[in-house]
């Protein structure tokens, strides 16, 4: 592999990365999706290989990004340089993906040959299921926000009350989500201390504070917890598949009840959420029954 030069070499990262999902794979993971607990998100790029390391440029992006790579706006060589950070991560992985080798390199400092070409746009015939299915979602959220969210700087510059609370269903559908994303807070920090190797937990609590605040994030936050909440009915939990909101925010009640049940610990706070929960006269007579039955 070539020399990289005007780099500042790291003995390790400051965050720790974790997988969503693969989006390009060809014999291997060539473009994958991955985020951190601290509420980023970044896309992992191959671009090089020797007989000891395979060599990954890791950039951060945003749903935003995202999308205009989904529509074909932007190519993978625009997510590159469009990222508000301008730095990028070169590393070395070893055979057993343990990185040897860590760069800090300014977007203008990549070796030419490490760049996608312009013309790499998304296509979904050679992506994988879970790209396409982040993309059907991605585009679904932004074309239902378009009104509002018509820039990059609008995306990540949204009022507290993004929505239309000009009608009194305005205002209870403004109440309605605000209520579900802090009710959902507690089950999150339990969770997360449950199942302390899956910060998918702890990233979706820096996910929530903005998600109050941003309609696309709003959406995202909630399809992520889905995918998070699928992963349960393997355990015997009585979950409905769906993607209403009102229904993602259920099932998470009845896994946090569960879990709560077995582990005495979590009891104290769990009273005092569901004292919460419960005094909220717009909750749906389906949780007030699982909460008025739970011990």
């Known amino acids: 592999m070539r020399k990289i ?37 970044y896309l992992l790029l191959w671009v090089d290989k020797d007989d000891a390391y395979n060599r990954w440029i890791l950039f951060e992006i945003d749903a935003y990004l995202l999308y205009q790579y989904f529509i074909q706006k932007y190519s993978l060589r625009d997510l590159v340089f469009k990222n508000k950070t301008q730095i990028v991560y070169i590393i070395d992985y070893d055979s057993e993906l343990n990185s040897k080798k860590i760069y800090l390199i300014n977007q203008k400092e990549i070796p030419e040959e490490y760049l996608p070409s312009k013309s790499t746009n998304f296509q979904s ?3 994988t299921h879970y790209a396409n299915d982040l993309s059907k979602e991605i585009i679904r959220s932004f074309k239902r926000h378009r009104s509002r969210v018509k820039s990059h700087k609008s995306f990540r510059s949204f009022p507290i009350k993004y929505i239309n609370t000009s009608t009194i269903g305005g ?7 605000i209520n579900v994303i802090e009710a959902s807070r507690f089950p999150l920090e339990v969770l997360n201390d ?28 909630f399809y992520e917890l889905n995918r998070e909440i699928e992963n349960f009915t393997s355990f015997n939990f009585p979950l409905t598949i769906t993607i209403d909101k009102q229904e993602i925010f ?18 104290a706070s769990f009273k005092v959420w569901k004292s919460e929960i419960l005094s909220d006269e717009k909750i749906s007579k389906e949780i007030q029954e699982i909460l008025d039955t739970a011990k």
Do not use: C
């Open 194 to 221: 449950k199942y302390r190797g899956n910060n998918i937990y702890h990233y979706l609590m820096h996910k929530s504070g903005i998600a109050i605040h941003n309609p696309v994030v709003n959406d995202m936050y």
């Open 125 to 127: 015939d050679f992506s």
């Open 5 to 41: 030069e005007n780099t500042i070499s790291l003995s390790r990262f400051d965050f720790d990365l974790r997988k969503k999902g693969d989006l390009i794979f060809f014999d291997g993971p060539f473009l994958s999706h991955f985020y951190d607990d601290n509420g980023k998100e």
């Open 171 to 177: 205002i209870q559908k403004l109440r309605n989500t």
């Open 250 to 267: 259920k099932n998470l009640v009845i896994i946090t009840v569960q879990i709560v049940q077995n582990n005495p610990s979590y009891k």
